[in-house]
């Protein structure tokens, strides 16, 4: 027993050994972080005394994160990341005098140390919250008080400690939905709403004694009328069917004022877009300014008789009131931007009280169509000592983005939240430089006679010499150069050096589409973006419930001079129809009649995917399939080809809504495609709903078709590259389960061949529950759950094999393939709860695979597939040693030299993305979500290139000396020789 | 030369020769001063053909087979240190099974020299049985090879020739968008 434990022990550690960790000076060598916040939902500029306004500002986000980010190099100061969904939404962020106050999931009212962002202290709202919970905040003067509404009552916590000083239950809370929370001098005043019918006003005082409740009559009020508090004490809604606002002043709650805009001489096209805000383009002024287009902003400021219009600004997208404060009086002024030309942005001033421009602050901005329209404008001002006056303004895009402006209209710097919605990652090979594809053309062809080849050869070694020169020259004249026109050119030139392959083919170009519907292609080496794309049509397809972005390489680098070509496919926001974007991956610009917002296809896509073989211009087809079945290509020329590999084409969908899936084929007739259906499986949508859909990777190489046995005969992998991994999960319906145990969750995977319908594999785990990650690779596939038995992680992995003989060596049909192949199945125990999981893909597929895991502890960890083998024996014998299989124990180690991301832990991971360098040992691995990290893993050790530490020199000297010694020792022997002869 | 000569006319020395003598001397003389020791014969023994050949060539066909046998007789040691050497794939199994495969081979290739000497009436039996000998050494030496799992007989040693399948067919698809 000692012994084979021993063994074991022993055979683990080799394996281990196989995991290459990280060398401290290796840090950041060759991998890379990016952190995001996400897209910007508040904002707050630091106000600490003493130490100068703005040095941070403080945001909460749409993905559930509240930040400090610092003004002077967009770095994050702190960052605080809540869970997932709906139970660590951000609700309100609060800040004045320096406290900072976050409502988090609706029920958690937490004190932030706004320098360090540690808690202070945390309020845990007692009973059911399902509708919102908003705060305000007192200043420290009166009292220092946090008044938090719930859908019960109204709380007085302190802000010191946050005990609870009182609280106020609300009345009608079966109808009533209390959304707002106002304040005065010495009045907290709560309002709700009964949807069609009316509002009440509760006026308490700080110390949460009822003064008064009135109500106020407003059928026109709907759930989806938009209202928002304005000068602290007003409610200032906009009903859409009649286009009028109404306020509400919470002092003298009597009735609404209705103001209609075109009364005041606004006119415009369109009714007020939805997205209008106004609580933080408003702090601490009179007037709002209000939101009424994408590009028409108007100035109101409540007055007791209604709305008046203080300033209407047509073609402006964002803007900002400012209260700036002289010496004793203190004024409001208004900024605000507008989109002068397609690249740029014109900031203009105005003095709300007179409507006077102020031209000291109009600034021209550069500001790249990429960022689609500016949304909002934050920022502050302040009068220098010499009189004038200066800003920093926070500007945040449509794209997401955040960019800080200086007074001298520099960009100071950007960032690209965009980033965080990443949906779907390709890398491209960057193209090889201009002599190296000559060098291949001239390989390459085959039809060539040895004097065209001599040609060939002679002018690509004399454009060789000439661009040799051309270097030579430009290093002399560099230096006759202006600074500043060499610097620019220096980074051109960066730029250009920086676009060619490396060696390895290490260096590649990132393209990443996200849901902001922007486009970024991005270097593998820096993670710098180096060209970007909006589109402000495209949204994502929605999909099993997970938003969705196609994105395909139709073309490739290497097929020069036709350009590299890839596709992004989306819905169009408007229609509803697919929206499509072809781009050169690698510089960025647009295909050809491709306009810069893409195209919108003239139908529904159901289904769209890449085929799987190159035309005659070696481009790869998009092929879509429509609502009506009827079958289109991008782009349409593609349909002469198709037309010879239509009979080997098939279309499958799955749809979670009727839990059924279809199988086509394609069919031609009058010139045009159209898909007819040949088979369908019913997934019983009554039972389950189909979660996931996962097929193969089509780039990759299998390099060994079966796998050696201990005594040493082969056993076949089933190698059918048609199969799809099909999740299914559902409730059980048993009554007794269900009484006893509460839902019994279940989920079922199943193995589909898609070109005939047929389910080769069928597994069914009961009291299990998703999330449920699966990997699917060659004949193996690897997934995960949570056993609600055990309350525990466990993985399973299965393999697939044809048996000892191959049915067919040289080609693979799915029509008459072996129809059951031979599953071997085995599950672990996984320790830690897992967020996704995918597989490492190397150039010919002769590396050992490892399974790349997120973890939801913010770790990205590597674990050799062999571990995840299910041939592991549980008794090892001389056979299962021979074949090298690891001895079975249920236990998945987490060693922590696997985690690859070491101590950058990266948040609320969404996908990982691995894709093949030049060399055979080496995975690129790109991990998004809220953070993109980029390193490369060497699954079986980097054992094609010679190790950094490579004792060159010793080895060099080494057998210089040796060569030295045997010459001398030689001429030595024969003088001996020589000598001995004499005597 | 001359000098060793003047050292050997020493005074001891006895000429049984006659080099130095007259020629007249050189002839050795048979004496009758000295008689003839026991078991001396003068007269020439007259030996019959037949009778001396006879053991001549039992000689010669028993070296003979002493080289034909010769690899033969090594097989039981082989098998010997091939049973002590084991099956594992280490420097002195694979130094053994060397040693095994090469003299055979070397055998092989001086055989035309081995095959010279061996006459005699059996020598064609005696070449083919040290044929033979060398044979089964050689076919020893590739059973051990097979035995440590040197040899590309199973199907897995040709696995790495075996291309990818073909695709004839292309599906394409996924959950509805």
Known sequence: MAARDFVRGFLIFARLCFVLSLYEDQIGKFDWRQQYVGKVENLYWEQSPGLGMGKKIFVSTEKNVLAAINTHNASIAWRKVFEEGARGKVDQLLYNDDALVTVIGGRRIIRWDSTSGNLIWEFFLPGNTDKPTTATLTDKTRGGQVFVLSSEGLYGLSMSDGSQKWRVPLSDIATMNYQYVLQSEETVYVIGIHFGSHVSVMATDFEGTVISTKMVTAAWIRENTKCDIVKHTNLLCYDQETDVFYLLKATRPDKFIPTSLQDQGVTRDSPVTTDWRSSVTSLGTDSVVVRLDADHLAVLQPTDHGLLLKKDLPKFSAGLIIRLDDKDTHRDVLLAVQKVNPEELMLKGFELDTGKEIPDLNQNINFPCSHGLPVELTGILARKKDGQLVYKVIILSQDYSIQLIHKSGNVAWKREEALAYTLTVEMVDLPVSENQAKFEDEFGSQEDNILTMFTKRLKTQISQLKTFFEWKIQQLQGHRHHPLTLKKIDEDEEEEEELLRDEFNLHKMIVIATAAGKVFGMSSRTGHILWQHYLPDLSPFRSLGKDKLLLYIQRGTSHFPHPPQGVVIGRNKISGHGHLFAFNPITGQLVKDMPSGGVTLKYIVKQAFLLGEIDEQFLKGVVFLDDQDQVHTYPESIQEHLKNVLSSLYIYTCDDETGLMKGYTVFRRENKLYADQVWSINLQKKQQTITQVIPKRTNEHVHSQGRVLGDRTVLYKYLNPNVVVVITEGEETGSQAQTQKGPMNFFNLYVIDTVIGHVIFHANHRRTKGPISVVHSENWIVYSYYSDKQRRYEMASLEMYEGNEQSNATAFSSFVAPKQPFVMSLAFIFPLPISTMTTTITEKGITNKDVIIALKTGALFTLPKAFLDPRRPPTPTQETMEEGTIPYSPDLPVNTEGIINYNQTLSNIQGIYTAPAGLESTSLVLAYGLDIFHTRVEPSKMFDVLKEDFEHWIIASVLAIMFLLSFVTQKLAARKALNRAWK | ?177
């Open chain 2, 1 to 177: 030369m001359s000098k060793a000569k003047d050292i050997r006319r020493h005074k001891w020395t006895i000429d049984f020769t006659g080099v130095y003598r007259s020629k007249s001397e050189k002839q050795l003389v048979p004496s009758e001063r000295y008689v003839a020791p026991y078991g001396y014969s003068d007269s020439q023994v007259s030996q019959g053909e037949h009778a001396s050949k006879e053991p001549d060539s039992a000689i010669i066909a028993k070296k003979s087979w002493d080289i034909a046998l010769g690899p033969l007789k090594q097989i039981p040691m082989n098998l010997f240190i091939m049973w002590m050497a084991g099956n594992s794939i280490s420097i002195f199994p694979i130094m053994m099974v060397g040693m095994m495969f090469f003299r055979p081979i070397q055998a092989f290739i001086a055989i035309q020299n081995t095959f010279k000497m061996i006459e005699g009436g059996q020598a064609p039996l005696q070449k083919f049985v040290y044929l033979l000998g060398n044979l089964i050494c050689l076919a020893i030496a590739v059973y051990k090879c097979h035995v440590m799992g040197l040899l590309p007989t199973t199907s897995s040693d040709w696995l790495a020739f075996v291309m990818p399948q073909k695709r004839l067919e292309w599906s394409g698809g996924g959950a509805v968008l």
